[in-house]
């Protein structure tokens, strides 16, 4: 667990995830041709506020990517079905945006797991770059549930690490009107990385 750390490792990991986390606004911003700012960086496991999407049953895009190596952990990037179809009409063409062909749907899915590759990519980077590991991510998958469902899933997925530190923040993009949640889960194995550093 992150409180594991003394003050000075702290500091060294709190850094690190915000440098990480940069890196991926950066790469959001270079894919969505739209400003993205961070809004909050929060550790440990918090609840998510389903309030903001509106109805409980409303439509969630969970993108996966699963990390591999020797550090092992998950990254969700969370959009809402209307933040969804804002990104489709804001970034892609008229043609596709507005066509419901399966060969535009699987367009579609395909720029949402881009955007995840991404920014996912930009983190492990500069975690694989600072802690000295090698580390990948997995193909990204997509899964569509309910917000509702959200809190259950999440939770199953990091029961399958023994420790894990969490840490998630909110990319806030104005101009495109989007809130999307990135939430991290690592082995205790980064806490063990960090305290050698320090």
Known sequence: MIEDLNEDELKVATKL????????????????QSPISIEKIEYGASDMD????????????????????????????????TEVSKLY?????PSVANDDSNESKIMKLEFLTEIDNMVSAA???????????????????????????IENYLEEESSELEQVIHFKTVFEGKEL??????????????????K???
Not at 17 to 32: T, V
Not at 126 to 148: C, D, H, R, T, W
Not at 177 to 194: A, P, T
């Open 17 to 32: 995830i915000f440098d990480g986390l940069s890196m991926a606004k950066s790469s959001m911003e270079q894919i969505l």
């Open 50 to 81: 389903v309030a903001k999407f509106g109805r409980r049953d409303a439509k969630m895009y969970v993108i996966k990517t699963e990390l591999m190596g020797e550090l092992k952990g998950t990254s969700h990037l969370i959009f809402s079905e």
């Open 196 to 198: 050698g550093l320090v």
């Open 123 to 149: 983190v492990i980077t500069e975690f694989s770059n600072f802690l000295g590991v090698e580390i990948y991510g997995k193909v990204p998958s997509l899964k569509v549930i309910k917000a509702n469902e």
């Open 177 to 194: 009107d989007i809130s999307s949640e990135f939430i991290w889960v690592f082995h205790n194995k980064f806490v063990d990385k960090i």
């Open 89 to 93: 009409q804001s970034c892609l063409p």
